[in-house]
């Protein structure tokens, strides 16, 4: 499966010299399934970053999963041998169905402005993949989402940039680090995109892990900025650029992020009335408990004039709120999210 000359090689342009040729012998190497794979010499983390950072520049190449090298002293080179996921002939067989799969996925999307792209690749992830729980090695590779429905964030992320690459839409996979302290025992991973030349963040494992009742897709971590995402993600432990853009995030886009109280009661009015879900961001200063309060009291008072009640779902560190409204019944449900299902335990 070709990768689009067009899209930017964004790790391979933050590494030195030497890792750059040591880059290209290694990608030229695995598109070819060679068994032995000769670089230059250096040391053993320099080697994992050429690694670690090509595969995500390159997530094309599902089918190479890790590596062993050896060397011998006094020698200016080292040799990379791969480890790959299948045998040969079932890579080039999974090879051209990937790429016939993922041509087919693009074709609707490829006369829509770059926002739509996005979107459109978001909602086919959201809608037919479900997170892997088991951990399976291919859904960590963009084989599992686009092969079999399910994929784990690592998966789901390459297969955005992927499915983006092939609508020409620019776009990079980022990593954050792990938190034991938190309980979070894994890395985690998103996207980073650049829409009308601003970049945004895009985390479509978290929205996903949201809409999981299968009825509704979410927008929570659709095109943040670096201040919003980090509220709920760690680190980044590898380079990216900086997010700054506060104003075309998804709920803000289409009129669904409220300042004043009033908006919020007159929403929820009308969801009451037309028996719809409403989905909003607040934004209106800061989502501390007393706000969320008196936003319950008007989204309690605009029920109680329907005689319905309220059921909502907050996503706490993104100041979101799912509300849908049941005919009277004896107690409102209030469900606080968590968007890190298979991330965190």
């Keep these: 499966m070709e990768k689009l000359e067009t899209m930017e090689e964004f790790y391979y342009q933050k590494m030195t010299k030497l890792q750059q040729a040591a880059y290209h012998c290694m990608l030229k190497g695995v598109k070819d399934l060679t068994d032995e794979i000769q670089l230059p010499q250096m040391d053993g983390e320099s080697l994992y970053q050429v690694f670690f950072q090509m595969r995500l520049d390159h997530p094309e190449i599902f089918w190479l999963t890790g590596y062993k090298y050896k060397y011998y002293k006094g020698s200016p080179n080292l040799i990379f041998v791969p480890e790959y996921l299948f045998d040969k002939d079932k890579i080039r067989e999974h090879q051209k169905a990937m790429q016939a799969r993922v041509e087919k996925l693009v074709r609707p999307a490829k006369d829509r402005s770059d926002f739509e792209k996005e979107k459109y690749v978001h909602d086919f992830i959201c809608e037919n993949v479900r997170y892997d729980k ?16 399910v994929g784990v964030c690592e998966g789901i992320a390459k297969a955005v940039k992927v499915l983006l690459d092939a ?36 985390d479509v494992t978290f929205d996903n892990t949201l809409g999981r009742d299968g009825k509704e897709i979410r927008y929570d971590y659709f095109n943040l900025d670096d201040q919003q995402i980090f509220r709920d993600h760690e680190p980044l432990i590898a380079p990216a650029p900086a997010c700054t853009d506060h104003d075309h995030f998804y709920y803000k886009e289409k009129k669904l992020s409220f300042t004043k109280q009033e908006d919020v009661y007159k929403r929820a009015l009308q969801a009451a009335k037309k028996g719809k879900v409403l989905t909003f961001h607040w934004r209106g200063g800061y989502f501390t408990r007393e706000i969320f309060q008196e936003l319950l009291e008007l989204i309690r008072k605009a029920g109680k004039e329907k005689n319905k009640t309220a059921c909502l779902q907050v996503n706490w560190a993104q100041a979101v709120i799912r509300l849908r409204y049941e005919e009277e019944r004896a107690e409102e449900e209030i469900w606080m999210e968590e968007a890190n299902e298979g991330e965190k335990e």
């Design 134 to 149: 088991l951990k399976k090695a291919y859904s960590h590779e963009i084989i599992g989402p686009l092969g079999q429905g």
């Design 167 to 202: 609508l020409g839409v620019w776009c990079i996979i980022a990593i954050c680090g792990n938190n034991p302290e938190k309980g979070i025992k894994y890395r985690h991973t998103w996207n980073i995109v650049k829409i009308n030349d601003v970049y945004y963040h895009l």
